[in-house]
């Protein structure tokens, strides 16, 4: 584009918007099947799986100008994320089944999964035929990985900003460059 305004980042590139498309296509599914029409809480589960997945693409496309908006927008996402961890984890709760424990083996093999695949079609095979217990357990794992990558990502956008600045800066460095100052 230019050298005031960049381009903006390839969201559907970036690893936290694979495994947000996956969560969230898990979180539909698991909503459709296992819970009651009728029941706010589909509402709920799938408007925070929607958030957490559109909130990545709306930040990423408003960096070029506003690396405060893109870093809101990512933590926006990432409290999305954090409530529909909470109704998974508050299914599994209600309902007296039993969430995965690191070091048990579905544990550990789901988070070797979860940080090897981030294909929504691989998921959307492997819960096919699951009870929806698992199926919150293996989103809830996910869940946890989202948050993670998530972190980081905001935490390598501030750090980005520290170095380099934003829009504002690299408004004001032209103008002065074209003055001759």
């Not at 296509?25 to 559109?54: P, W, Y």
Request: proline residues 2%; hydrophobic residues 35%.
């Amino acid at each position: 584009m230019s050298e005031l305004i960049p381009e903006a980042g390839d969201y559907k590139n970036l690893i936290c918007y694979k495994k947000a498309d996956v969560i969230y296509q898990i979180t539909f599914f698991f909503c459709e099947h296992f819970l009651n029409k009728g029941d706010r809480t589909i509402d709920q589960m799938v408007q925070a799986a929607r958030s957490g997945k559109q909130n990545i693409v709306e930040g990423v496309s408003a960096s070029p100008t506003s690396n405060k908006t893109e870093l809101k927008l990512l933590n926006v996402s990432k409290a999305s994320f954090k409530e529909l961890l909470e109704d998974f984890e508050d299914y599994l709760k209600t309902r007296g089944h039993k969430q995965w424990q690191k070091g048990e083996i579905e544990f550990e093999t789901m988070r070797k999964i979860g940080s090897t695949h981030n294909d929504a079609d691989y998921y959307m095979k492997l819960i096919a035929a699951r009870p929806p217990q698992t199926i919150a357990n293996i989103a809830i794992i996910l869940l946890n990985q989202e948050d993670y990558l998530l972190y980081k990502f905001i935490q390598k956008k501030s750090e980005d900003f520290l170095n380099s600045g934003g829009f504002t800066e690299r408004l004001y460095n032209l103008r002065k460059k074209k003055r001759g100052y």
